[in-house]
């Protein structure tokens, strides 16, 4: 199994920028996709933006131009830099990553998430 943990949240003014970090740990043959979820008080979880081993990336409208993900395959990480947030990218971040299990399964992994709040 893969395990996820993610830090790098927490309080910053409307301008301003964070910067998450995740990382996997565990038995596993490879990670394909990574990505970022966020879900805000009384919303649904939504894709913030996700990233695939060969690079390609994919990200929602609402951070475009703001936000940037990559990854280090060696050390299986992702990091979201978040610039310019502003008080409705407050969220609690999520990290997940699409893994092939060593049964050659493929599963989704998720991480227990990291506050993030924007103040105007």
């Known amino acids: 199994q893969v395990q996820l943990v993610e830090s790098g949240g927490g309080l910053v003014q409307a301008g301003g920028s964070l910067r998450l970090s995740c990382a996997a740990s565990?038995?596993?043959?490879?990670?394909?996709?990574m990505g970022w979820y966020r879900q805000a008080p009384g919303k649904q979880r939504e894709l913030v933006a996700g990233?695939?081993?060969?690079?390609?990336?994919n990200y929602a409208d609402s951070v475009k131009g703001r936000f940037t993900i990559s990854r280090d395959n060696a050390k299986n990480t992702v990091l979201l830099q978040m610039n310019s947030l502003k008080p409705e990218d407050t969220a609690v971040y999520y990290c997940?990553?699409?893994?092939?299990?060593?049964?050659?399964?493929?599963?989704?992994?998720w991480g227990q998430g990291t506050q993030v709040t924007v103040s105007s």
């Open positions: 990233i695939t081993s060969g690079g390609s990336t």
């Open positions: 997940t990553a699409r893994v092939l299990g060593l049964r050659a399964t493929e599963y989704d992994s």
């Open positions: 565990g038995s596993f043959f490879s990670i394909n996709t």
